[in-house]
């Protein structure tokens, strides 16, 4: 007798089977193109799925195979969307090499979608709607994901709902050998470390405050990446980036950025492309690598690509790819932190 599949909210001590589940799906294709995964490193995933499961829980699914009598149950895949304004951006869907082509990953993706209004006279499907135009132009907000570019299961199901890989993303690793292609911070310039709020104010009294800071924050994030997402920035932080906030000596605020002794990089958020050389470098400077670092940088962000690539970084493994129903972020100005969390 076949095992029957539930679909539930995750809980708290499944995270590592999640991981698990994203590790043997990836490593299944992976091998098979002669890129076999290094073995499993569950904590920065299950930390990941926490946040994600805190600062969202609604749009988090596993799918469930029970043994019959219901006394066994294994997860067999899971399903993260991640609500921030207006965007909903798919973070992780994955089911087991043995389980796919069933139809899982489809039910996960379903229940993990918005459930947002459909605008416009006459407009009544409520999501996974079979016409173009329902997927494509009826939505309130934007549908968003990240793929691999290796997979055409993925990109398929996604641009069935409009989710259309638009852009490439390269993981640019390595340690810079030549740092005269990133020139300093131009003159008038400052960068501010963005420290806990209360430690900003006592060693720096001319930071802006924490109420000030988050508001600048949010408003950098709305005109480059289109959302603001502070729950991500504090996740992140605790997660071991550190950030500066860079401003004209007046206070003018110019942009974000952060990086980590662990080499993860960004995210990176900036008004005026033309800082992009400068605040990269800065970054490099500032927190220096202990190891490579690793830098994931969309197609459009031309200026991050010819610095890091003229620094010495070397492209590694296959593009991913941006996807979504219609534009959210200025890409040329963003450097994100991750492809499961921009
Ligand atoms: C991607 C993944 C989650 C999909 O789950 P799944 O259970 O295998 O998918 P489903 O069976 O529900 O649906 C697959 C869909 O892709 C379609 N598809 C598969 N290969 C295709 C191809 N080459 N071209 C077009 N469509 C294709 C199927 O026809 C099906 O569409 P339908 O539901 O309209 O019939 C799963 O395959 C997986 O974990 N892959 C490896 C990891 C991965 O890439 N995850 C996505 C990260 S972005």
Not at 121 to 131: K, P, Q
Not at 287 to 290: A, F, K, L, Y
């Given at each position: 007798m076949t095992e029957a599949v539930t679909y539930r909210p995750p809980r708290p001590n499944e995270l590592a089977d999640c991981a698990l589940v994203w590790h043997a799906s990836v490593n299944d294709y992976m091998a098979r193109l002669g890129h076999p995964l290094p073995p499993p490193v569950l904590e920065p995933a299950v930390r990941l799925g926490e946040h994600l499961l805190g600062t969202d829980p609604e749009h988090f699914r596993v799918a469930v195979k029970s043994s019959p009598g219901g006394k066994r149950e294994r997860i067999v895949g899971f399903g993260i969307g991640l609500q921030r304004e207006h965007v909903w951006f798919l973070s992780q869907l994955y089911v087991l090499p043995d389980e796919q082509h069933h139809g899982i990953g489809r039910a996960l993706l379903t229940q993990v979608l918005p459930s947002v209004p459909e605008t416009g006279?006459?407009?009544?499907?409520?999501?996974?709607?079979?016409?173009v135009d329902a997927a494509i132009?009826?939505?309130h907000g934007v549908l968003a994901t990240c793929t691999d570019s290796a997979q055409p299961i993925s990109n398929a199901l996604y641009s069935k709902l409009g989710i259309v890989a638009r852009m490439p993303v390269f993981n640019l690793v390595g340690r810079p050998g030549?740092?005269?292609v990133f020139p300093p911070l131009p003159e008038g310039v400052e960068a501010v470390a963005l420290e806990p709020p209360e430690m900003v104010s006592h060693r720096n009294p001319a930071a802006p405050g924490k109420a000030e800071l988050r508001q600048t924050i949010d408003a950098i994030d709305r005109d480059v990446l289109g959302y603001a997402h502070q729950p991500d920035h504090l996740f992140l932080r605790v997660q071991g980036r550190t950030g500066f906030l860079y401003q004209t000596s007046a206070g003018e605020p110019l942009g974000y950025g952060y990086s980590s002794q662990v080499g993860r990089f960004g995210p990176v958020a900036l008004l005026?492309?033309?800082?992009t050389a400068p605040v990269i470098g800065h970054l490099l400077r500032a927190?220096?690598?202990?190891g490579a670092a690793s830098v994931w940088v969309p197609g459009a962000n031309d200026r991050a690509m010819v610095a890091l690539l003229r620094a010495g970084l070397r492209i590694e493994g296959f593009p991913a790819m941006f996807c979504w129903t219609r534009p959210f972020a200025a890409f040329e100005r963003y450097l994100p932190a991750g492809l499961a969390l921009l």
């Open positions: 006279a006459g407009a009544t499907d409520s999501g996974v709607g079979n016409s132009d009826r939505r030549s740092r005269s005026d492309e033309t800082l927190i220096e690598p202990r």
